[in-house]
Every structure is written in C-alpha cells, then in structure tokens.
C-alpha cells in the first residue's frame, strides 16, 4: 500500500499548497477588531467624596467649628467635608476623620458614612477594611443607602449571602447602585437559579431605565451573548443607551455591532463615530478597533494602536505588530519591533500572538532563530486555542526539533487537539500517522479513515486522496471503488496533482 499524501505548507491565509511531507503552517492572523466582553464592575462603592446631609448649613468654617464644639453633630460632618476637600481651610484628610468620628458618635449617620470611606481607601486614616465595615453598618442600619451599598461591596469577597442582603436592602431604600448590583450579582453569582437571573435581568432593566450606565452595559452584553439576532440587535440598542450615558465600552460594543451586524448592512460611518467616542472616553479596545476599520478602508492608523497596546489591549499590540511585519506608508518594515509586541500581546492572553512569536523564532524573523523557544510559543499559542500552533507543536514533536528527540505519542497528541480545533492539514497528519501506527502509536486504520474523511470535508486534497485510497483497499472502511475514484477526483478538482494522474 502507497504511502499517503501528507499535508503541507500553509502560504496564505486563503488556501494551502500541498507538498509531499509535514511542514509547519506559517501564516500570519490578520488585524482584529474586538467588543468588550466583561460585565462592568457595578459593584464599586462610591467614590471617596464626603456627604453632607440635604439640610441647609452654613459652610463658614469658623462657625462650623463653633457649632460642633458646642456638639452639633452635622456640623461636625460639614467641617469634616472642608477638611477633608481643602475648602476655606488647609487641607488635613486625618483633622476631617476626627470631626467624622465626633459626628458619628453623636448618631450623625452622614459622618459614620465619611469616615467608613476614609477607612477603607486609607485616607488619613490606616486602611482598615473590618473598621470600614463596622461603620457602614452602623449607618446602613440607620437607613442610609449608600452605607448598604458599600458594605454588600466589602461582602461580596467574603458572604455573597450577606452581599445580597446589604445590596437588597439599599436597593429598598432608594439606591440606584444597590438595584444595579443586585442584578449584577444575581446574574453572575454560581448555580444562579431561572428565579435569580429573571430577577437580575428586571433590575438590571429598572436600572437602565433611570439612566444607569453600567447597568444599561451589562444588560446589553447579556443580549449580545445569546447570539440570536434579535437579541444582538436589543444588546446594540442597550449599548447605545450605555454610551450616551457616558460608558465608553458601550460605544465600543455598539460601534462593533455596526461593523458587524447581526441582521442587515454594516453601518461603517456609524461605527467609526462610536469608535472615535469610546476612544476620547479612555477605552482602548475602541481605539483599538478605530485603527483596524480606518487599516481596513486603506488608512493606516499607527498611533490609535500604540496608545491602545499601551493601555493593555492585546488585540492592539498585535494588529500593531501586523502592520510592523509588512510596513506602512508612514512606517518602514521592521521585524524586531513586531516581534516584541506580538510578544507583548502574548503575554496579555492573545494566542494568535503566540503563534507569530513562534514563527519568529522559526525563521529567525527580528529574533535569533531557535527551534526551543519557537516550541515555547507553539505551545502557549496552542493552549489559548489555536489550532495551527498546535499542529505546529505536532511537527516539532514528531522531528523532535526544539525537544531533543522525536515523541511520535506526542506529536499524534497535538495533531488530534488541532484538528477538533478545525485545523485540517493536522487531521492529515495524525490520520498518516495512525493508518499503519508508528512506534509506540497503535495502528487505527478506522480512525484515520474518520479524521481523513473530516479533511476532505473541509476541502483539504490530501484528506480526499487519502481516504481514496483507504476506500479503494478497504482498509478502516469498507471496499468501494466508486467512492474511491469519486474521492480522487474531488482530491483532483482540489488542486492535488497526483490525484489527476
């Protein structure tokens, strides 16, 4: 029995020539453009600013002062807030803290909130997060919501049970992060019941509906995980309202939707101006995304993703790197720089990045050339996902090129984790490898028959040539010489060569 076809080297990202041996697929991915993917962090407390009470007072400091000796505990509060804020008065963060605590022990509930966050940032105070806590609850039992809110905060590492109780009962009261919360904790909690995310999706809403940024953002990314049409298109509208509403990933993801829509045409003009917004707003997968569409309709956009890298987007530092291997108009051709942001954007998580670091050090592109660290990156490449790097680790493996010696095991290993990841030169591999067996590997002519079989499916020739040939000697399927030269012919119409002779 002929051996079969192997696969060979991939050369563009469109289509791959075969060759009559493994070799490594060596193709760059090319620039991203990507939503945002993480529901906001509802959950902050407020922010470290002193809150006085709505009644009018006096905000003269002398008098303020004459009235809290004389113990009037709100105006403790209101000359603790001037400390604190340098208003008419030296700026003294540990002053302000002591007029807190004078005006929290006479039951003032606004200075029991000032000072909790006074100790739970550090502020002229040591940052003591179980004092935070007592104070907040103290006023929360006083029914100042905001308290409630931050103490469901301060549990949610510790008792989400307790979490849920504070956020509930802020959101009782009056406070729009406490519903906000809640929803979002309900929805992301584990074992979440129907009960729970029907109920933190209705917050969620009511949250929205009152011009809640973030909870506008997470109902949105909710929508936009379902993957029905219909529920893009209400997660695009929802991150129009996030974004209006001042939350720039909003305007990301809504851009993106545009881009890229669920149902209709793209709306470019649109995405752009939501780019360019979320962008100004500080979020970088905007800027990001900006630079791959402006890339895309022939402006080269450098400077949108170095500041986008810079703020830690991998997707950035990689199309960046892209743009570094080939050279722009404004930018010659510079492999050493796009070899260390495709490492950069590997060390943030990008696999595709991975892959190009690896390709570097195959081929001693801005790198020395050495075989151990393109292994190193192959198999980083591999374990985020991508196939190509794993069917690339096979080939090391099975050369034993970067490991020392060959380990066909191994190498049949990766060649079956990238195929089931769609890359189909690997299942030609694993599928050689396992017609007859190969040292340790046991032959599994059925198998190969299956994985050859997949190839073909997705168009590869070698897999149709092959499994031609496994039909026409009845070898892990049953004999039939129709399906024999019907497949061979497939593998002819493909581009295979040998299968037209």
Known sequence: MAMPVLAGLCASLLSCAPVPRKSP???????????STSLLATTQPQRVKPLSPPASMPTNPAMLQRACTRGHAVSCNNLGRLYQAGRGVKQD?????????????????FGCFNLALLFQHGRGVPKDLQAARRLYDK?????HASSCNNLGHLQEGHALSKARGHYTRACEL????????????????????????????????QACKIEHGPSCYNLA????????PRA????????LQACRFGVSRGCTNAGFLFQYPPQGVPDLPRARRLYRKGC????????????????????????????????GVAAACHNLAILLSRGTPTAKRNLRSAYRFFKRACEGGYPASCYNVALAFRKGEGVSRSNTRAVEFYRLACRGGHATACNNLGVMREKGR?????????????????????????????????VWGRGKVVAAPKEAATLFARACDHGRAEGCFNLSRLSQKGSGMPRDEVKAQRLRKRACKLGLQRACR
């Open 232 to 239: 893009k298109l209400e997660g695009r509208k929802l991150a």
């Open 139 to 143: 006023a929360c039992a006083q029914k």
């Open 221 to 228: 990314l909710l929508h936009m995980r379902k993957g029905a």
């Open 93 to 109: 963060a540990k002053h302000a803290a002591v007029l807190y605590r004078k005006a929290c022990d006479a039951q003032a509930v």
């Open 25 to 35: 697929v060596t193709t760059q991915s090319p620039p991203v453009a990507v939503p």
């Open 280 to 311: 100004k707003a500080g979020d970088a997968n905007a800027c990001n995304n900006l630079a791959t569409l402006e890339t895309r309709e022939g402006k080269i956009s450098i400077a949108p993703l170095r500041g986008a890298c810079g703020r």
């Open 402 to 434: 970067g490991y020392g010696k060959p380990n066909i095991v191994a190498a049949v290993k990766h060649y079956r984790r990238a195929c089931k990841l769609g890359e189909t030169v690997a299942c030609v591999n694993a599928g050689a490898v396992l």
């Open 174 to 205: 009056g406070d729009n992060r406490g519903c906000a919360n809640l929803g979002s904790l309900l929805l992301t909690k584990k074992g979440a019941s129907v009960a729970d995310r029907a109920q933190g999706s209705e917050l969620l809403a």
